[in-house]
């Protein structure tokens, strides 16, 4: 039960994520653009806006769930070794 609501849970934040990140606007031409654009990539910015704070809100909650359905996964293997050593 909890599990298919993380699954759940997981795959609306996945298909969230992937929506903010196609809305973001580019940072220049790309590979194509090596020189003076440099600087503003790698150099000092303010607060971020608001679709920069909601990909790192999406992402964080991307792996929080991902880390719990690992965690629960895991869990049915345990279960499993257990059982396993009790018929021993």
Not at 19 to 35: D, H, I, K, M, N
Not at 65 to 74: C, D, G, K, P, R
Not at 77 to 86: G, M, P, T
């Amino acid at each position: 039960m909890l599990s298919t609501f993380v699954n759940i849970i997981h795959v609306f934040v996945c298909v969230f994520l992937i929506l903010v990140v196609l809305l973001q606007q580019g940072r220049g031409g790309g590979l194509g653009a090596v020189g003076g654009s440099a600087a503003q990539v790698f150099g000092g910015r303010g607060a971020g806006n608001f679709m920069t704070r909601l990909t790192a809100i999406c992402a964080i909650i991307f792996l929080g769930t991902s880390i719990s359905l690992a965690y629960l996964s895991s869990a049915g293997d345990r279960e499993l070794k257990q059982y396993e050593n009790q018929q021993k």
